[in-house]
């Protein structure tokens, strides 16, 4: 199997139209229809639904889209970076973060180490929940991580014995509430079991939402909450809670402007606030000269 084969499917996908996709890809539609032909060959399975207009994917087709996907990135990705060691070039390092960390703590993070120049973000990382940040290492797709970690005790899922971290921060989750037409809190803490407090939660699987959780647990006092919703997104989540459908626990960063201005005020006392270590993780057998240089210049952590 060729990688131009995978390229082609891609295009195919995307076009949904074989000649237009023999176009994009610069070869003649006979030439590109006997690739996707021995694309299926080496599959053995039909991937592409011939009887539709447009084309449409077969649900393995579906499937290997985002394997092509994958593997084409990665293919580039490396690329860039041999050109980059074949013309001398230092090497930029690549870290993944959440979307609320790229705007909120990096950029000052980075001019305080004076690596600014040296470190490029993972854009595609902004989607991912934490069990893909170290997938990602695993698979050399990134450099670093950084990842928000809990304090306190918490059982997650999570399998980071091939890594090893820095702490390069702290963060707490804050409750945070809209006010209503009155003024007054849209939502406080701890809610009642006659009237929960309207939450707009995490996903159960993410890292906030076991954090929050498990700080719950440890508090003496119940807490009455009623789940409106799930998002992986902080910043998806602050503006619901600034439109006044309920509270939520967002990273204080996030909201200090808010806070400042009064568009958003907090749901509980300090009681209620989770901290965090904001985690800057490498896997252990990835290695390269900047990276190990930025490395040596942090401050060791537990590994």
């Known amino acids: 199997m060729e990688i131009r084969w995978l390229e082609d499917f891609i295009a195919l996908a995307r076009t949904r139209h ?11 539609q006979p030439t590109f229809s006997r690739r996707i032909k021995l694309l299926e060959e080496e599959m053995g399975i039909t991937l ?18 985002t394997l092509c996907e994958q593997v084409t990135e990665r293919v580039r990705l490396t690329r860039d970076r041999l050109r980059e060691i074949n013309a001398g070039q230092q090497r930029r390092i690549m870290v993944a973060a959440p979307q609320s960390l790229l705007g ?11 690596w600014q120049d040296h470190v490029q973000p993972y854009l595609r990382a902004t989607g991912w929940i934490a ?30 014995s091939a890594c090893t971290y820095r702490v390069i921060g702290h963060e707490r989750l804050i409750p945070v509430t809209g006010l209503a ?40 006092q119940s807490t009455h909450l009623v789940a409106q919703s799930e998002n992986l997104y902080a910043a998806s989540i602050k503006e619901l809670v600034l439109l006044g459908y309920g ?4 990273p204080e960063r996030s909201v200090s402007h808010e806070l400042a201005q ?11 606030d989770v901290p965090m270590e904001l985690r800057l993780y490498r896997h252990q057998h990835q290695h390269h000269a900047e990276l190990d240089k930025l490395w040596s210049e942090l401050a060791p952590s537990r590994s």
């Not at 074989?18 to 003649?28: C, E, G, K, L, Y």
């Not at 009064?262 to 209620?272: E, H, I, K, P």
Request: glycine share 8%; charged share 20%.
């Open 18 to 28: 074989f000649s237009r996709a023999a176009d994009d890809q610069n070869v003649t």
């Open 48 to 65: 592409i639904n011939r009887q539709t207009l447009p084309l449409s994917l077969t649900p393995a087709g579906e499937e290997f889209l």
């Open 104 to 114: 909120n703590f990096l950029p000052e993070w980075l001019a305080s180490t004076g």
């Open 131 to 160: 069990h893909d940040y170290f997938q990602a290492l695993m698979r050399a797709e990134c450099d670093l991580a950084i990842c928000y970690w809990p304090v306190g005790r918490c059982d997650l899922d999570i399998d980071t």
């Open 181 to 220: 037409p009155q003024g007054e809190p849209c939502t406080v803490l701890p809610g009642t079991r006659q009237q929960p407090s309207p939450w707009l939660a995490y996903p159960k699987r993410g890292l906030l939402g076991s954090a929050i959780k498990a700080h719950l647990a440890r508090l003496p």
């Open 247 to 250: 509270m939520s626990w967002l």
């Open 262 to 272: 009064g568009t958003l005020v907090r749901a509980g006392d300090s009681r209620w």
